[in-house]
């Protein structure tokens, strides 16, 4: 299998362009590689080394420098270390877990031994050589490696992550944890892939989770692809947290059939620039989409939200509610874009974004995006970024508490709006304890 070069020449001062390292080591690695996954793979090299990495240049990127987190030197592929505890960072949750360390699946960690007939919740490389016909149907066809670098980073050079599978007409009553732990002490590159496939009238939740063992610099550049077939609904909470110094690009990316219900929940509370990428192609009528989201950045944190429902079909709804908070020399960013096509009449779709800046030297741009080609829809946005309001502070203070108290307790009910609106207990409170603790209340 040839793999290809970015065509670019070497600038005189002989830097290697990021992406013609990724390329280099996927040709180490490539030998024997063949067959539908090889394939895949060397398509996902061709669209990388024709497209390289975006810089700030681009549009949708002209706020965030990945650059600086793609020059370093990283480690791939670290062993697992074997341990066989439960890793679970979330009490009383009662749940499905799947664990993975450095994002490959560790089963001895992993606690799946009642999932209901049919339902498959298992390591990605081995469910390619396991179930080859369900994978290779939906693997890359959801994530598009040509539309997005990362993407194609991640199927390039990616060894494992999860294949969640729930057959028609099944309804998980227990919610599914997949758990990513790294403990790389070491720059390293971490690429876990989840595969989501529900099929028609089948109901499940997953809860993300990212626990850091170490202060470590890692970069984590992860995919979610979801599939949500008819009369199906899916909900999935990713908590985004750990050690200050970890970096991130996550993508998710969802289609919809008729009638289906998809909703995410994104809490991202650590990381020095992280970035989410969520594409949502409802491609069907009847179908619902709710997309909530909170940031809580600090120090010289970098958050960046990018969002897109693209409306391909009439009679839908979508709703997105993204909230931020701000502080130091902390930068945040939300553009979400709606896309209403021709054909998508009667589509009911509301965007807004909330962010609190609390510092002067704290930044938030926010872009809400409506772009429309029907003339029957009802679609609005609105974006607000402001301070505290004093009058508030003043009146809390009048009632006896200190400044320190009223602030925090004005930021924890802020902050709450998108938190309560977590359907699982033990999720939400775990959430709402994290919130609390980082806003001092």
């Given at each position: 299998m040839?793999?290809?070069?970015?065509?670019?020449?070497?600038?005189?001062?002989?830097?290697?362009?990021?992406?013609?390292?990724?390329?280099a080591?996927?040709?180490?690695?490539?030998t024997?590689t063949n067959?539908?996954?090889g394939d895949?793979r060397?398509?996902?090299a061709e669209?990388l080394?024709?497209?390289?990495?975006?810089t700030?240049?681009?549009?949708?990127?002209?706020?965030t420098n990945?650059?600086?987190?793609?020059r370093?030197?990283?480690?791939?592929?670290?062993?697992?270390?074997?341990?066989?505890?439960?890793?679970s960072?979330?009490?009383?949750?009662?749940?499905?877990e799947?664990a993975?360390?450095?994002g490959?699946?560790?089963?001895?960690?992993?606690?799946?031994?009642?999932?209901?007939?049919?339902?498959?919740?298992?390591?990605l490389?081995d469910?390619?050589?396991?179930?080859?016909?369900?994978?290779?149907l939906?693997l890359g066809?959801?994530?598009?490696?040509?539309?997005?670098?990362?993407?194609?980073?991640?199927?390039?050079?990616?060894?494992?992550?999860?294949?969640?599978?729930v057959?028609?007409?099944?309804?998980?009553?227990?919610?599914?944890?997949?758990?990513?732990?790294i403990?790389?002490s070491?720059?390293?590159?971490v690429?876990?892939?989840?595969?989501?496939?529900?099929?028609?009238?089948?109901?499940?939740?997953?809860?993300?989770?990212?626990?850091?063992?170490?202060?470590?610099?890692?970069?984590t550049?992860s995919v979610?692809?979801?599939?949500v077939?008819?009369?199906?609904?899916?909900?999935?909470v990713d908590?985004q947290?750990?050690s200050?110094?970890?970096?991130?690009?996550s993508s998710?990316?969802?289609?919809?059939?008729?009638?289906?219900?998809?909703s995410?929940?994104?809490?991202?509370?650590g990381?020095?620039?992280?970035?989410?990428?969520?594409?949502?192609l409802a491609?069907?009528?009847?179908?619902?989409?709710?997309?909530?989201?909170?940031?809580?950045a600090?120090?010289?944190?970098?958050?960046?939200?990018?969002?897109?429902?693209?409306?391909?079909?009439?009679?839908?709804f979508s709703?997105?509610?993204?909230?931020?908070?701000?502080?130091?020399?902390a930068?945040?960013?939300?553009?979400?874009?709606?896309?209403?096509?021709q054909?998508?009449?009667?589509?009911?779709?509301?965007?807004?974004n909330?962010?609190?800046?609390?510092?002067?030297t704290?930044?938030?741009f926010?872009?809400?995006?409506?772009?429309?080609?029907?003339d029957?829809v009802?679609c609005?946005?609105?974006a607000t970024?402001?301070?505290?309001?004093k009058?508030?502070?003043?009146?809390?203070?009048?009632?006896?508490?200190t400044?320190?108290?009223?602030?925090?307790?004005?930021?924890?009910?802020?902050?709450r709006?998108?938190?309560?609106?977590?359907?699982?207990?033990p999720?939400?409170?775990?959430?709402?304890?994290?919130?609390?603790e980082?806003?001092?209340?």
């Amino acid at each position: 299998m040839r793999i290809p070069s970015s065509g670019r020449r070497p600038a005189a001062s002989t830097k290697v362009r990021p992406e013609d390292r990724f390329l280099a080591a996927f040709a180490k690695r490539s030998t024997g590689t063949n067959g539908w996954l090889g394939d895949l793979r060397a398509e996902a090299a061709e669209c990388l080394a024709a497209h390289g990495f975006p810089t700030r240049r681009s549009e949708a990127w002209k706020y965030t420098n990945i650059g600086s987190v793609l020059r370093r030197e990283f480690s791939f592929d670290l062993p697992n270390t074997g341990d066989s505890a439960n890793w679970s960072d979330i009490a009383q949750l009662d749940a499905h877990e799947a664990a993975f360390e450095n994002g490959r699946y560790l089963p001895s960690a992993s606690q799946l031994s009642d999932l209901p007939p049919g339902v498959l919740v298992m390591g990605l490389a081995d469910a390619a050589e396991s179930h080859t016909w369900l994978v290779r149907l939906h693997l890359g066809q959801v994530a598009d490696a040509k539309r997005c670098s990362f993407v194609a980073l991640n199927t390039l050079l990616g060894r494992d992550g999860a294949l969640v599978f729930v057959p028609r007409g099944t309804q998980l009553e227990k919610p599914i944890h997949l758990i990513q732990r790294i403990t790389a002490s070491r720059d390293t590159l971490v690429q876990p892939r989840i595969l989501v496939v529900a099929e028609e009238n089948a109901r499940v939740t997953l809860v993300q989770s990212t626990v850091a063992a170490d202060a470590t610099s890692s970069f984590t550049n992860s995919v979610t692809e979801v599939f949500v077939g008819r009369n199906a609904y899916v909900a999935r909470v990713d908590i985004q947290a750990g050690s200050p110094d970890r970096n991130e690009v996550s993508s998710l990316d969802v289609t919809q059939q008729t009638g289906s219900t998809f909703s995410n929940h994104s809490f991202t509370l650590g990381g020095a620039i992280v970035r989410n990428n969520i594409n949502v192609l409802a491609d069907a009528e009847q179908c619902e989409t709710y997309l909530n989201g909170l940031f809580l950045a600090d120090g010289s944190t970098h958050v960046d939200n990018h969002t897109l429902v693209d409306h391909a079909q009439p009679n839908c709804f979508s709703s997105e509610f993204y909230k931020g908070i701000l502080n130091d020399r902390a930068t945040g960013v939300f553009n979400g874009k709606v896309l209403v096509r021709q054909d998508a009449q009667q589509i009911n779709a509301y965007q807004s974004n909330k962010s609190i800046v609390l510092s002067d030297t704290a930044r938030m741009f926010s872009k809400p995006e409506l772009e429309i080609y029907a003339d029957d829809v009802k679609c609005s946005h609105g974006a607000t970024t402001g301070e505290l309001d004093k009058e508030a502070v003043f009146y809390l203070r009048t009632r006896g508490l200190t400044e320190k108290q009223a602030r925090a307790l004005m930021l924890v009910s802020f902050a709450r709006e998108v938190v309560d609106r977590l359907a699982i207990e033990p999720v939400r409170d775990l959430v709402d304890s994290m919130v609390t603790e980082r806003l001092g209340a």
